[in-house]
């Protein structure tokens, strides 16, 4: 499954949750930043579990604060009734997903145990260290239908891969490759563009790296959490850039 949209949910949570930003985790510590080599630490599946674990980072008050979006999936079925820990934070479900504000972290760890079991585990996420920002294009600009699209945005720090996405009426119409840390433009195919409006969107991910696609679409082994299929990455969005495609 592509990386969604955050839900509003999650924002609205950002606000209502009173969220101690950490100077530690917002200033340039002289970290190296993230190993960019390779992949994900991949685990082979130890149950029937299914978990995609993001810790995102969104804008609020004082500045960059994070968030938990996790949802768990037994055999196909949605799992309600876990015990979801953060570091510290328990994250409460609701309509599908596991969801709250966390306390600003360098590094998140995650526990979930489900029937008394402990069905996941996974350390070391953080989060980019900004929100990348696109930088050629302007909500409202208007496009030529069938026409290549270049989209190019600025760099942010803890990255290890990128992703370009377009969408419509709410429907993805078009998601890249995880794209390699020293990218700072793609080119969305022109055949992706008949008339009629688009959101343009660029996801900053810590976590995984170009050729670890089958994450997103239908994991087979766990990118860097222990037990289900799935993952658990670190990721902040652009804002929607909206374009108009004329005949």
Do not use: M
């Given at each position: 499954m592509m990386i969604k949209?955050?839900?509003?949910?999650?924002?609205m949570a950002s606000l209502m949750f009173s969220v101690q930003i950490s100077m530690i985790g917002?200033?340039?510590?002289?970290?190296?930043?993230?190993?960019?080599?390779?992949?994900?630490?991949q685990f082979a599946?130890?149950?029937?579990?299914?978990?995609?674990?993001?810790?995102?980072?969104?804008?609020s008050f004082g500045g960059l604060s994070t968030c938990a979006d996790i949802e768990i999936t037994k055999d196909g079925t949605i799992i309600e009734d876990a015990l979801v820990l953060v570091n510290s934070d328990t994250i409460p479900y609701s309509y599908g997903f596991y969801q709250t504000s966390l306390s600003?972290?360098?590094?998140?760890?995650?526990?979930?145990?489900?029937?008394?079991?402990?069905?996941?585990?996974?350390?070391?996420?953080?989060?980019?260290?900004?929100?990348?920002?696109?930088?050629?294009?302007?909500?409202?600009?208007v496009h030529l239908k069938n026409s290549d699209l270049t989209v190019e945005w600025n760099s942010v720090s803890d990255v290890?891969?990128?992703?370009?996405?377009?969408?419509?009426?709410g429907s993805q119409t078009y998601e890249s490759s995880l794209l390699p840390l020293d990218a700072s433009s793609h080119v969305i195919p022109g055949t992706n563009f008949s008339p009629g409006n688009y959101d343009v969107q660029v996801n900053a991910i810590n976590g995984l790296y170009p050729g670890d696609d089958?994450?997103?679409?239908?994991?087979?082994?766990?990118?860097?959490i222990d037990g289900p299929k799935g993952y658990f990455i670190g990721l902040t969005q652009s804002n929607t850039v909206e374009i108009f495609v004329n005949e």
């Open positions: 949209k955050i839900l509003l949910a999650i924002l917002c200033e340039d510590n002289n970290d190296t930043g993230p190993d960019v080599s390779g992949s994900a630490d599946s130890s149950n029937d579990y299914k978990v995609n674990a993001r810790i995102v980072g969104v804008f600003t972290s360098n590094n998140y760890e995650l526990t979930i145990t489900h029937d008394g079991n402990l069905i996941a585990s996974g350390e070391g996420v953080k989060t980019p260290g900004d929100i990348p920002t696109i930088t050629n294009l302007d909500s409202g600009d290890t891969s990128w992703q370009v996405t377009s969408s419509t009426n089958g994450a997103l679409s239908d994991p087979q082994v766990g990118y860097d």
